[in-house]
């Protein structure tokens, strides 16, 4: 039986509809001491202040589990599951992509936060990206 605390294989995470949660901020590539993560981020397409990672890629051949990245993601887009039967033949097999990781997630953590703007409404006020941005009022 596994502890509540187990350190298992990393996995990203999505939000409730689908939308994948990392921001591509790359604080998770600064925080990890063993140069395990390489993210790639890119600008949404038509909404120029929000970025996603476009590539991220983990070398699980070099992970020490120590879960600083997990602690350093802002949006809790990182977690660690309880997947410990990681053993191939080839470690080429253990660079993983963001679909692999994605898929982790996916299989492991089936319920899902809803998006931040739900979660935090009066988050929208400070998004200039958020579609239903309120309109500035005039001032006197
Ligand atoms: S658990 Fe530690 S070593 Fe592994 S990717 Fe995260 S920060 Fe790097
Ligand atoms: S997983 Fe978190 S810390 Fe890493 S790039 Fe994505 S949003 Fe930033």
Known sequence: MLPDNY???LALLRYDDG??????CDLCEAACPSRVIAVVSAEVPG????????EYTMDMTRCLFCGL??????????????EYEW????KRN?????????AIGDRTFQARDKR???QHLNLAFFNVA???????VASL
């Open 116 to 118: 931040l703007e739900y």
């Open 47 to 54: 909404e120029p202040t929000k970025r996603y990672a476009r």
């Open 87 to 90: 053993a191939v033949y080839d």
């Open 130 to 136: 958020a579609s239903n941005h309120p309109p500035k």
């Open 19 to 24: 939308t994948e949660k990392c921001v591509g």
């Open 7 to 9: 350190r298992g294989m």
């Open 69 to 82: 990245c997990v602690q350093a993601c802002p949006v809790d887009a990182l977690a660690m599951t309880r």
């Open 94 to 102: 253990l660079l993983l992509n963001k679909e692999q990781l994605l």
